[in-house]
């Protein structure tokens, strides 16, 4: 096996002693108290870049994601216009026998795409060896470097087999909801914030998951109800501002969901109006089909 340093990594490790003596020096003729003390021997020394041409030494690490066409094409026309991959080094782990492939010596946790574009063309492959790494790690990297989408991390958590992932899973699919659709109807308005921040740290529980299919469950029956009367189309309704506002009109004191159901009926061929704002959502439903006007509030 056939591995490299690169001449830019010997530059970076000779600054850094450079940075390193400076900083001793500096504290040297400083006043020394306990406050600026630095103990050098806890420091974590960062990994070394490597480079090789040997592609079967690598594979995706099997929690990591699955490389996106449309990311692939991107990267590979950016690279037949300037290469850069040199400066974006992948993130690899040694193998272990608890995974598979074990044939491969490193697993990649990050920079699939850029692993393939290089084996495509011909390209080095720029490569670190993380140690202490642990496989909750691979989201921490990827949140912060990598930019995976929402849905990604959803299968990166379901892989690790965390419940709350797994029962948001179901829940999205059980009504045919996008993962960006679902997650916001996990919480109420007002709780929704960071919830994007929280949902791919890992951190994310399903709260009142009885309460909320409970309101989703009336207005997925009223909407069928629509459909099936030839009042809208149900992709015109697949967003939360809908079912925020149907949420809202549950909340109503005189809301009944039979009520609702049979003004359908009763309507036949009208249209259900497409509205973006959960307050008009609610106004249009309140008005035209539980039949409450302001008057009588």
């Given at each position: 096996m056939t591995q490299y340093i690169s001449n830019e990594n010997v530059n970076y490790q000779q600054q850094n002693q450079n940075n390193n003596l400076n900083l001793v020096e500096n504290l040297s003729n400083s006043k020394l108290n306990s406050s600026n003390l630095i103990d050098f021997s806890k420091i974590k020394k960062p990994s070394e870049v490597q480079i090789s041409l040997e592609y079967d030494l690598f594979v995706s690490h099997p929690n990591n994601r699955k490389a996106e066409t449309k990311n692939l094409e991107r990267l590979r026309n950016a690279v037949e216009e300037h290469n850069l991959l040199h400066e974006q080094d992948i993130k690899v782990i040694r193998s272990h026998p608890s995974l598979i492939n074990t044939d491969h010596p490193y697993y990649i946790v990050d920079g699939?795409?850029?692993?393939i574009i290089s084996r495509e063309k011909g390209l080095p492959v720029y490569f670190k060896v993380l140690n202490d790494w642990n496989v909750s790690d691979m989201s921490l990297i990827n949140f912060n470097l990598s930019k995976w989408a929402t849905p990604q991390f959803l299968e990166h958590y379901v892989s690790l087999g965390k419940e709350e992932y797994i029962k948001f899973k179901k829940f999205a699919e059980d009504y045919k909801f996008t993962v960006y659709t679902a997650l916001p109807l996990t919480r109420k308005a007002k709780d929704r914030v960071g919830i994007n921040e929280v949902f791919r740290k890992g951190n994310f529980i399903f709260h009142n998951e009885r309460e909320i299919r409970q309101w989703i469950t009336s207005a997925m029956e009223f909407l069928d109800k629509?459909?099936?009367?030839?009042?809208?189309?149900?992709?015109?309704?697949?967003?939360?501002?809908?079912?925020?506002?149907?949420?809202?009109?549950?909340?109503?004191?005189?809301?009944?969901q039979s009520k609702m159901l049979g003004s359908v009926e009763k309507k036949g061929a009208s249209h259900l109006a497409t509205n973006s704002q959960s307050s008009e959502y609610y106004n249009n439903l309140k008005y035209n089909f539980l039949g409450v006007h302001k008057e009588h509030e």
């Open positions: 699939n795409h850029r692993y629509c459909i099936e009367f030839g009042l809208t189309k149900r992709n015109n309704y697949q967003n939360k501002a809908f079912f925020d506002g149907y949420s809202r009109l549950m909340q109503h004191p005189k809301f009944n």
